[in-house]
Structures are given as C-alpha cells and as structure tokens.
C-alpha cells in the first residue's frame, strides 16, 4: 500500500519509506491510502483482498486484469467501497481495470473509454478531493503483447487532456515493463512522463514467475506528482 502524507505535524517523523510529504498543516496528521493488485479476477477474491488489507484498509483500491464483463463488475460487492471507474473488454477475455473508491469519498468518473484499445492500454479515471488537494488517480494495464508505441501515444493524450497545474496525478497499474533495468521502453516511459513532474516509486520486484526469468518478470509501476507549489 502506498500512501500520501497530505498534513504532518512539524515534529512528526515519517513513519516509513512509503510515506511522502505533499504539503504540511500545523497540527493533524492525514494519509491519502492508495492500493493497487492485479487481481487477476476479482469474483470470488474481494474478501480475500479485505482481510489482506486489514485494518488498515486505503481510500481508493486500484485493480487490474479483474477479467469481468460490466454487469459483473457493477454487482462486484467490495464491503465499505463503491465503483468508481472501470474498463472492460469488449472483444477479447479477462483483463481490464476498476478503480473502487471509499464510501466515505466523493468522486466524479472521467471517461476515457476512447482512448482505451485491447492489449495496448486499458485505463480508467477518476478525481476526489482530499484535505487541500484534488487528486487524478489513474489505474492502467498494458498487456505484454500489446504495442508499446499506441501505449506511449494514448498516455500522453490523456496526460495532456487531463492536466492542470492545481491537479495531483497518482497512476498506478500493471504495464508489464522490468523496471529494475535499464530499456528503450524504460527511458521512453520515463521521458513522456518527466514534463508531467510524474517520478516512478516502485523500485523492486512486485511479482515474478518461477523459475525466475527476468525478461518475464512483471513490474507493477505506480506514479504521482509531488508538487504541491501553490
């Protein structure tokens, strides 16, 4: 779970690595919880995902590959969290993102369902409010087959439709990319995203398979934007 340190009382310490200062209140102390699985078929998994999380349950819950037709996912019961955004597959099987967003949250959806293509991006958005800060979580899934160029091309479109200088972006998601090495992919990831002030956190291995091939490996990847000059 990776969370966002919205207030910090000037003599409060960090707690841990995962915990970033965005902007500082004199007295309280407010996390912004964000929480990305790839799931891998949500069904019958959601109260397997809640008793992982307890007690310390986030404000948003970011999947990918829930491998759920739209009815589904609608009727897919995750107790406190209500749907926020999604996309699913129309043509091929599996796969596809949701974002489930606290009860305790008030949200708008974005629709970005035109820029989504099969394999190459699956992505879906939201904004929220929260303490001083309106915040973008984006959730995203590329397939290992699909094409990274179309990829790059559509995140950047919508990074430009979406952004303004008072807006936090979090992007979080599976984009099947060995973030550990140094690539073309990489770099060209990480040059689409720098004029965005977006910077990758995840410096270790999420997941990977047995026996341990590193060019299969895959890579969760997440991002947010640390500035918070007003």
Not at 21 to 46: D, E, W
Not at 65 to 82: G, P, T, V, W
Not at 100 to 122: G, P, R, W
Not at 145 to 156: A, I, M, P, R
Request: charged share 20%.
């Amino acid at each position: 779970m990776w969370k966002m340190m919205l207030t910090l009382n000037s003599h409060a310490k960090k707690k841990d690595a995962n915990y970033y200062k965005v902007n500082q209140i004199n007295k309280c102390t407010v996390y912004f919880k964000t929480f990305h699985q790839n799931i891998r078929g949500v069904g019958k998994k959601a109260g397997e995902l809640l008793s992982h999380l307890h007690p310390d349950f986030p404000h948003v819950l970011c999947l990918t590959e829930h491998h759920q037709k739209y009815l589904q996912l609608e009727k897919a019961h995750i107790e406190n969290y209500k749907l926020g955004a999604h996309y699913c597959r129309q043509i091929h099987e599996k796969d596809g993102v949701a974002i489930f967003v606290h009860n305790s949250l008030d949200f708008s959806n974005i629709d970005i369902a035109q820029h989504c293509k099969e394999q190459d991006i699956e992505i879906c958005a939201l904004k929220l409010s929260f303490g001083t800060l309106n915040i973008c979580v984006l959730t995203l899934y590329r397939a290992p087959s699909g094409n990274f160029c179309n990829f790059l091309l559509k995140l950047d479109t919508i990074l430009q439709s979406l952004y303004t200088s008072m807006l936090n972006f979090i992007i979080c998601g599976d984009i099947n990319i060995n973030y550990l090495n140094e690539s073309k992919n990489k770099n060209l990831l990480d040059n689409l995203l720098l004029p965005y002030n977006l910077t990758s956190i995840i410096n270790f291995p999420t997941r990977v398979k047995i026996p341990l091939l590193l060019q299969k490996i895959t890579y969760l990847l997440m991002y947010f934007n640390l500035k918070v000059t007003r």
